[in-house]
């Protein structure tokens, strides 16, 4: 008996070793299953996340050899589990991925290839509260993982957990209380809606640069990309916007779960360029409403990428149309209907076309007057036609604009 099992014992280390030497082989470090949820994270799960960090690192030129990750969990801020960390190693340079299980699925909230997360070798509880926000809880309190600083008013229940089983909008008025108002906009002429005619998903990015690359061809009368195939009013057919969507899926580096708005701009520019033009990308993303509506007065749109996001109902002149009654002694309600998407799942990426506005005055307790703005943007996505994005209720990821010349 004693025989018997050493001799199996002898097989199973045996083949613990082949496992390994494959592992070695192939370039990958094994996901510790003692780092993650063992019950969440499966094994299809662990494949969709290798699968995807291989092509993204082909897509950035790199040698699979020597492709090295590690896992760590990543949590709401209920501190309930969210997903995971993957720090990983290839040829010279370090880099890391945060998934997100949403849906079922592990989901890729963002990926850089330029450093490691700031959570990268710290203790504690990963708390992941909205993009590019990293917190650290330990025995100590919640510490914000870039700069290692005690956070003293940190509420978890001021952000709002993804919803995992959301796939849609959901309808909502605002009420906006008004004695005095107004309302102004401007849009930039000669932009056209495009829909994603390929079979992939997640494809807004690739859908907004076909938006993007239209109104830049047909305002340099076809000179940046010469298309055949144009409509009477010079835009891109279907089957040429097909095909532009195809394009920008490769040099977005879009994936199944989508792409990165830095992958985005930069991506649109590689194709530009590669054309022979110039292309420039103005990061918009910390600058104020004034400074952004400046751009677009000068016929400057940008890629916007948001989540938690309220789009108006409606048609195209939705704002326009919204009825502003005021006699200036009696007050008044403006209500506005939206769609609200909320959660990672539902982060959009869409092309900024023009902006809107409200100027209100309100009365308070007969003494105090208090001015304030609704601000918006004109927006195109793929979605059909035009609409207005609301910027202050609204959680804005990135903001690039872009610029074309010949």
Known sequence: MNGKLHFCTKKIIAFVLLVILLCSFIGFIPMRRTALAESIVSSSDEAAIKGLLLQLTENEGYDMDGFKYEPFDVYYPDETWAGCDIEFSIEDTVGYGIFFKVNGMMTMVEISFDSHSPYFGKEGMYIYPKLDTYYIKTTEGYFDAKTDELLIDYDPS??????????????????????????????????????????????CANVAGTIMLNFWNKVNNNGIVNERNLDYQGNF????????????????????????????????????????????????????????????????????????????????????????????????????????????????????????????????????????????????????????????????????????SM
């Open 158 to 203: 001021n952000y709002v957990r993804a919803r995992v089983n959301k796939t849609d909008s959901e309808d909502v008025t605002k009420h906006y209380d008004y004695y005095f108002g107004g309302f102004s906009s401007y849009e930039i002429p000669h932009f056209y809606s495009y829909s994603n005619y390929t079979e992939e998903e997640n494809v």
């Open 237 to 404: 057919t279907d089957e040429a916007a097909t095909n532009y969507e195809k394009a920008f899926y490769t040099y977005m580096k879009t994936g199944t779960f989508g792409t990165t708005p830095k992958n985005c701009a930069e991506g649109f520019k590689k194709f530009v360029t590669d054309w022979g033009h110039n292309c420039d990308i103005i990061n918009l993303s910390d600058s104020t409403y004034e400074n952004s509506i400046g751009w677009l007065k000068k016929n400057v749109p940008f890629f916007v990428t948001a989540k938690n996001y309220y789009f108006t109902s409606g048609n195209s002149k939705y704002l326009e149309d919204v009825s502003l009654p005021q006699t200036g002694r009696d007050p008044q309600i403006l209500k506005i209907e939206y769609s609200y998407y909320e959660g990672l799942s539902q982060t959009h990426c869409f092309v900024t076309i023009g902006y809107g506005y409200y100027y209100l005055t309100n009365i308070i307790n007969n003494t105090t007057i208090n001015k304030y703005n609704i601000n918006f943007y004109k927006i195109l996505d793929g979605w059909g036609q035009m609409r207005y994005f609301n910027i202050a209720d609204s959680e804005t990821i990135a903001v690039y604009g872009i610029k074309v």
